[in-house]
């Protein structure tokens, strides 16, 4: 019979080897070799195998029971098409702080709150202290059940006892299985946890939602494996200092992954958002050079997002560039394209840049946006009040067409901005806005350093 080894496991790839080494051969991500007992797979079963259900037509599919059952919080209902799917298994992330437990506890006291049974397993904190949380948010509902456990073995017999509809676990990496050798959190540990609720969660028809811990890079920690056991990927962004948090759907099998939940933290719990455009400009400043409002899209959801940036004289060799929530690569090649195409020099400045509010504005859109700030801060002229600013921008200075234009002008227009400047290749705008079209970056720089005027948009 054969023996159980000592292994050494890659805790980001799962490459196993047999020796340690500073250095994984497989993926060579340094200091990530751990070890653990690898137990070998025992002799395979020749009986033969009792098929307990036969293929059928696709057509002739039953459908009943797996229909998305509301949770009553409705921006994380709305994320994922309605609410938790019946044998369905979700893996909720985010960093540290953000409230990933406080909005799983409100999604299972209002669950509780329906008539259902939820199970709440704590593996991270002790049921007194979830009391504690569920006073504050006021969450004491009679069909809200808690314990703190991290086996999976007494998790799975609590599941039985209790027969609960819904079953959170708080969190994946914190849970394990006796039976193997491994720490809690190794690739191994989270690895076969994970299946073992889902394998749990599809035969008892239950939906389950796992927590799961995130890297500083903001990817979820563990197997890669642990996204493609469940069926939805949900990420809880936000930062700390601000209110604001934003909860979307990195994979979701049961539907689509374009809506975006937008909720704000405060001393009552997650609270949902009505205009999130709203909030974020709330106390912006009129006439400040620097600042421009750009239309993102989140989802399918439009939001102004006010982008500021301060460019200032340096005496260092190096000089500063300091960004956030922006994306720092392309923040980089917008100033070399500045410099480059359009004769705004800030290679001896200092540069900081950011997205009001706590939010992450990402995406190609805001390239023009994030220009003009620049430009704004270099020649210390403020935009207008009422302007919005759209555009893509290529490293040839050209401007390029973004998605969804009419949805973003459609937004700016409802919060009262009249105007805006877009790529060329832009469709007509709805009523109520006027547009100006630019080509190049130096039209823009242009019409900046003259300032727009009512009489140039049409």
């Known amino acids: 019979m054969a023996r159980a080894r000592t292994v050494f496991r890659c805790q980001s790839?799962?490459?196993?080897?047999?020796?340690?080494?500073?250095?994984?051969?497989?993926?060579?991500?340094?200091?990530?070799l751990e070890e653990e007992i690898d137990a070998p797979a025992g002799a395979r079963d020749s009986a033969p195998v009792s098929l307990k259900e036969h293929a059928v037509p696709i057509a002739d599919v039953v459908m009943v029971g797996f229909e998305a059952t509301g949770t009553g919080v409705g921006e994380f209902d709305r994320?994922?098409?309605?609410?938790?799917?019946?044998?369905?298994?979700?893996?909720?992330g985010g960093e540290p702080g953000i409230g990933k437990s406080t909005l799983l506890l409100q999604v299972a006291a209002a669950v509780a709150a329906r008539g259902s049974t939820v199970l709440y397993v704590s593996a991270e904190e002790s049921a007194q202290q979830v009391r504690l949380r569920a006073e504050r948010l006021?969450?004491?509902?009679?069909?809200?059940?808690?314990?703190?456990?991290?086996?999976v073995p007494a998790i799975a017999a609590h599941v039985a006892e209790v027969a609960p509809d819904l079953l959170i676990v708080d969190s994946i990496q914190t849970v394990h299985d006796p039976d193997l050798g491994s720490a809690p959190g190794s690739v191994t540990q989270v690895r076969e946890s994970a299946a073992r609720l889902v394998t749990i969660a599809k035969a008892r028809g239950m939906a389950c939602v796992l927590v799961g811990h995130v890297t500083k890079d903001g990817a979820l920690a563990g197997p890669r494996v642990l996204e493609h056991?469940?069926?939805?990927?949900?990420?809880?962004?936000?930062d700390r200092h601000h209110g604001l948090r934003l909860l979307r759907a990195v994979k979701h099998r049961f539907g689509p992954t374009a809506e975006l939940g937008v909720l704000e933290?405060?001393?009552?719990?997650?609270?949902?958002?009505?205009?999130?455009s709203g909030l974020l400009l709330a106390d912006r400043r009129p006439g400040v050079s620097g600042s421009v409002v750009v239309p993102c899209i989140e989802g399918r959801r439009p939001l102004l997002v006010e982008v500021q940036a301060l460019v200032s004289a340096s005496t260092l060799p190096a000089p500063r560039r300091s960004v956030q929530g922006l994306e720092g690569g392309r923040v980089a090649m917008i100033l070399a394209v500045l410099t480059q195409r359009a004769g705004v020099g800030v290679a001896s400045s200092d540069v900081y840049a950011l997205a009001v509010g706590g939010v992450r504005a990402t995406e190609p859109a805001a390239d023009l946006g994030i220009a003009f700030a620049v430009v704004s801060s270099v020649l210390d002229v403020p935009l207008p009040d009422d302007l919005v600013v759209i555009g893509e921008l290529g490293l040839t200075g050209e401007l390029r067409q973004v998605a969804s234009v009419d949805q973003r002008l459609r937004e700016a227009q409802r919060l009262g901005f009249t105007r805006a400047i877009v790529p060329s290749s832009s469709p007509t705008p709805p009523p109520g806005i006027s547009i100006e079209r630019v080509g190049t970056l130096v039209e823009a720089v242009r019409i900046l350093r003259a300032g727009p005027s009512p009489a140039t948009l049409a």
């Open 79 to 92: 994320v994922l098409g309605g609410g938790l799917v019946p044998g369905s298994v979700t893996l909720l």
């Open 13 to 32: 790839c799962g490459a196993a080897s047999l020796k340690w080494t500073g250095r994984c051969p497989t993926c060579e991500e340094w200091n990530t």
């Open 229 to 238: 056991l469940v069926d939805t990927v949900l990420a809880f962004e936000g």
């Open 138 to 151: 006021d969450a004491l509902e009679p069909g809200l059940l808690v314990i703190a456990e991290s086996s």
């Open 265 to 276: 933290m405060g001393s009552a719990g997650l609270l949902p958002v009505a205009d999130p």
